[in-house]
C-alpha cells in the first residue's frame, strides 16, 4: 500500500474541507431536524374520546412503583403506558382545599374553599357549609358545555356535591361517607357498561386508603407479634388524631402525636394494607374500562389529593402540616394508545390536570386560572410552574410554603416561625437551614407573600390571631 507524505495528506484534507464549506456569503445547509415527538393533540378527534380521572384519595407518592413502593402492581401496570410525572405537588395536605383546586385549577386561596365551614354571611352564630362561589368556573362543568356527559362516583365527605363539586354533572355519587372504590366502583363500572357508546367525563374517587375507610384485615393479621393498643380501626384513628390537634393550644403551635415509634410502625402497616386493597380495586375498574375498550378511546388520569403522615414530623393523619409525605403525590395521565408515555421529572402541581385535559382536547380554558397546560413541556418547551402550598386546616393552622430550585420554605403565618429545607439532599425535612442560609429563607418568604398578595390575602392577618378551631372534620 502506497502512504502519502504527512504533508500531502494535511493539504489533500484542508482542500476536503474547504471543498465541503458553503460560499462566502450563502446560508449553511440546514442541519437535519430532530425526530419529532408525540403533539398530544388530540382535537381532532376530541369528540370521539372521553376522559376519566381517577382519584385514590390520600394516597403517598413514595407508596406507588414508581415512588420506591410495592403495593401497587395494577397503578404500576398503568404507569407504564402513561405519562408519569414523579415530582407532582398537591396544594393542599388534605381533601377539600386540594380536590376543589384540581376541578377549578385554582389556588385554594383564590378558589375560596379553603375549609368545610364558614362564618355565617347572615351574621348567624352557628358556622355554614362553604361552597365553590357561582361565578367560580368549575372545569368538569366546562367540559360538559361542550358536550362531555359529566358522571361522578366518589366517596363524599370531602368530595361531597355540597361543596359545589358536582356543578355539571347528570350523575353525582356522595352518599355515604369516605366510601371507598370497592363501594363508588360497581356503579362507576355499572355505568360504563350501559353507556360505553355515550360521549363522557367521569369522575371516580375513593377513601381506600384514608384513616376514615376500614380495611379488610385486622392488625393481629398484619403484624401477629405486636402487643400493643393500636386496632387500625377508624375511631381510634380519628381520636388520635384530634389528641394531636389538641396539642394546638396558642398560634404557631405544631401539631403532636402522642404514641410510639412502634405504634406508628403499625399505623403505617395498616395504611399499606389499605394501599394494596385500593390498588386492587382499581385494577378491577381498569379492566373493565378495557374490557369496554374504553381505555384507547380516553385521556385517563390517576392522581391523588394529598398524602398521609406516620409520625415522620411528628403528627399523626393529614391537614395540620405541609411535608412533603402530604403534599408528593401521584399524578399519571395516559393518553390514547399510551402515546408519549415516559416519566417527567420536572415540578408540576396537580391543578395542573385539567388545563392539560383542555389544551390536548383543544378546549380554551376559563380565564384567571393559576394551572397550566403541562403538554408544553412535553413537548421540550420551557414552563413555569411555580410550587406553592398552602393549609388553614379547620382553623387549627395556616401554613404556606414555597419550593424553587429544590429549596423549600415552610411560613407559619400563625407566628412568623420558617423552616428551609433542601429537598435534594434532605428529602425527609429533617434539618432546618433557615438560620444557615437566610438568603434563600428571604426569598422564599417574599415569593409567599408576593402570592399571597396576588389572591387578594394579607399573610399578617393571620399574626398571633386565637381563633376558634373547627371541630367538625
Request: hydrophobic share 40%; charged share 25%.
Given at each position: 500500500m502506497?502512504?502519502?507524505?504527512f504533508?500531502l495528506?494535511?493539504?489533500?484534507f484542508?482542500?476536503a474541507c474547504?471543498?465541503?464549506?458553503p460560499?462566502a456569503?450563502?446560508s449553511?445547509?440546514?442541519?437535519?431536524?430532530?425526530?419529532?415527538?408525540?403533539?398530544f393533540?388530540y382535537?381532532?378527534?376530541?369528540?370521539a374520546?372521553?376522559?376519566i380521572?381517577v382519584s385514590?384519595?390520600a394516597?403517598?407518592f413514595?407508596?406507588t412503583?414508581l415512588?420506591?413502593?410495592?403495593?401497587?402492581p395494577?397503578?404500576?401496570?398503568?404507569?407504564?403506558?402513561?405519562v408519569a410525572?414523579s415530582?407532582?405537588?398537591?396544594?393542599?395536605?388534605w381533601?377539600?382545599?386540594?380536590?376543589?383546586?384540581?376541578?377549578?385549577?385554582?389556588?385554594p386561596?383564590?378558589?375560596?374553599?379553603?375549609n368545610k365551614?364558614?362564618?355565617?354571611p347572615?351574621?348567624?352564630?352557628?358556622?355554614?357549609?362553604?361552597?365553590?362561589?357561582d361565578?367560580?368556573?368549575l372545569?368538569p362543568?366546562?367540559l360538559s358545555?361542550?358536550?362531555?356527559?359529566a358522571?361522578a362516583?366518589t366517596g363524599?365527605?370531602?368530595?361531597?356535591?355540597?361543596?359545589?363539586?358536582?356543578?355539571?354533572?347528570?350523575?353525582?355519587?356522595?352518599?355515604?361517607?369516605?366510601?371507598?372504590?370497592?363501594?363508588?366502583?360497581?356503579?362507576?363500572?355499572?355505568?360504563?357498561s350501559?353507556?360505553?357508546d355515550?360521549?363522557?367525563?367521569m369522575?371516580?374517587?375513593?377513601?381506600?386508603?384514608h384513616?376514615?375507610?376500614p380495611?379488610?384485615?385486622?392488625v393481629?393479621?398484619?403484624?401477629?407479634?405486636?402487643?400493643?393498643?393500636?386496632?387500625?380501626?377508624?375511631?381510634?384513628?380519628a381520636?388520635?388524631?384530634?389528641?394531636?390537634?389538641?396539642?394546638?393550644?396558642k398560634p404557631?403551635?405544631?401539631?403532636?402525636g402522642?404514641?410510639?415509634?412502634?405504634?406508628a410502625?403499625i399505623?403505617l402497616?395498616?395504611?399499606?394494607?389499605?394501599?394494596?386493597e385500593?390498588?386492587?380495586?382499581?385494577?378491577?375498574?381498569f379492566?373493565r374500562?378495557?374490557?369496554?375498550?374504553?381505555?384507547?378511546?380516553?385521556?385517563v388520569?390517576?392522581?391523588?389529593?394529598?398524602?398521609?403522615?406516620?409520625?415522620?414530623h411528628g403528627?399523626l393523619?393529614?391537614?395540620?402540616?405541609?411535608?412533603e409525605h402530604?403534599?408528593?403525590?401521584?399524578?399519571?395521565?395516559?393518553?390514547?394508545?399510551?402515546e408519549?408515555?415516559?416519566?417527567?421529572?420536572?415540578p408540576?402541581?396537580?391543578?395542573?390536570?385539567?388545563?392539560t385535559?383542555?389544551?390536548?382536547?383543544g378546549?380554551?380554558?376559563?380565564?384567571?386560572?393559576?394551572?397550566k397546560?403541562?403538554?408544553?413541556l412535553?413537548?421540550?418547551e420551557?414552563?413555569?410552574?411555580?410550587?406553592?402550598?398552602?393549609?388553614?386546616?379547620?382553623?387549627?393552622?395556616h401554613?404556606?410554603a414555597?419550593?424553587r430550585d429544590?429549596?423549600?420554605?415552610?411560613?407559619?403565618?400563625?407566628?412568623?416561625q420558617?423552616q428551609?429545607?433542601d429537598?435534594g439532599?434532605?428529602?425527609?425535612?429533617?434539618?432546618?437551614?433557615?438560620?444557615?442560609?437566610?438568603r434563600?429563607?428571604?426569598?422564599?418568604?417574599?415569593?409567599?407573600?408576593?402570592?399571597?398578595g396576588?389572591?387578594?390575602?394579607d399573610?399578617?392577618?393571620?399574626?398571633?390571631?386565637?381563633?376558634?378551631h373547627?371541630?367538625?372534620?
Open positions: 502506497r502512504v502519502l507524505p504533508a495528506t494535511a493539504l489533500l484542508a482542500a474547504a471543498a465541503e464549506e460560499p456569503g450563502a449553511p445547509a440546514a442541519k437535519p431536524s430532530a425526530p419529532k415527538g408525540p403533539s393533540d382535537a381532532a378527534r376530541a369528540s374520546l372521553n376522559v380521572v385514590m384519595d394516597l403517598r413514595d407508596h412503583g415512588g420506591g413502593g410495592t403495593f401497587t395494577n397503578l404500576d401496570a398503568f404507569q407504564k403506558e402513561a410525572f415530582n407532582a405537588t398537591s396544594p393542599a395536605p381533601t377539600v382545599p386540594a380536590h376543589m383546586a384540581i376541578f377549578t385549577a385554582r389556588w386561596s383564590h378558589h375560596g374553599v379553603v365551614l364558614v362564618p355565617d347572615a351574621g348567624g352564630k352557628e358556622l355554614v357549609l362553604d361552597r365553590l362561589k361565578t367560580i368556573p372545569l362543568e366546562e358545555k361542550q358536550g362531555w356527559e358522571v362516583f363524599g365527605a370531602g368530595i361531597s356535591g355540597k361543596f359545589g363539586y358536582n356543578r355539571g354533572f347528570t350523575t353525582y355519587l356522595d352518599d355515604k361517607v369516605f366510601a371507598g372504590m370497592d363501594y363508588s366502583g360497581p356503579p362507576a363500572m355499572e355505568w360504563l350501559a353507556n360505553a355515550h360521549h363522557f367525563l369522575f371516580f374517587h375513593g377513601y381506600d386508603v384513616g376514615q375507610h380495611m379488610t384485615k385486622t393481629a393479621e398484619l403484624a401477629p407479634d405486636y402487643q400493643g393498643t393500636i386496632d387500625g380501626s377508624i375511631e381510634q384513628q381520636k388520635l388524631r384530634e389528641a394531636g390537634l389538641a396539642a394546638i393550644v404557631g403551635d405544631p401539631a403532636k402522642d404514641i410510639s415509634p412502634e405504634d410502625a399505623l402497616k395498616v395504611y399499606q394494607q389499605k394501599v394494596r385500593a390498588d386492587e380495586r382499581l385494577g378491577l375498574f379492566a374500562v378495557r374490557e369496554l375498550g374504553l381505555m384507547d378511546k380516553s385521556l388520569v390517576v392522581l391523588a389529593d394529598h398524602g398521609e403522615e406516620f409520625m415522620e403528627y393523619d393529614h391537614g395540620a402540616t405541609i411535608c402530604q403534599l408528593h403525590v401521584p399524578l399519571m395521565i395516559r393518553f390514547p394508545g399510551g408519549g408515555a415516559r416519566v417527567v421529572d420536572t408540576v402541581r396537580t391543578l395542573d390536570t385539567f388545563p385535559l383542555f389544551d390536548a382536547l378546549v380554551a380554558p376559563p380565564p384567571d386560572i393559576d394551572g397546560s403541562l403538554l408544553p412535553l413537548r421540550g420551557q414552563v413555569d410552574l411555580p410550587i406553592y402550598a398552602e393549609s388553614d386546616y379547620r382553623l387549627f393552622v401554613l404556606r414555597r419550593t429544590g429549596k423549600k420554605l415552610i411560613l407559619d403565618l400563625a407566628d412568623g420558617k428551609l429545607h429537598l439532599a434532605d428529602p425527609q425535612e429533617s434539618t432546618d437551614l433557615s438560620e444557615t442560609d437566610p434563600t429563607a428571604y426569598e422564599l418568604e417574599q415569593d409567599i407573600r408576593t402570592w399571597m396576588g389572591m387578594n390575602t399573610p399578617n392577618r393571620y399574626l398571633g390571631v386565637a381563633e376558634e373547627i371541630t367538625v372534620f
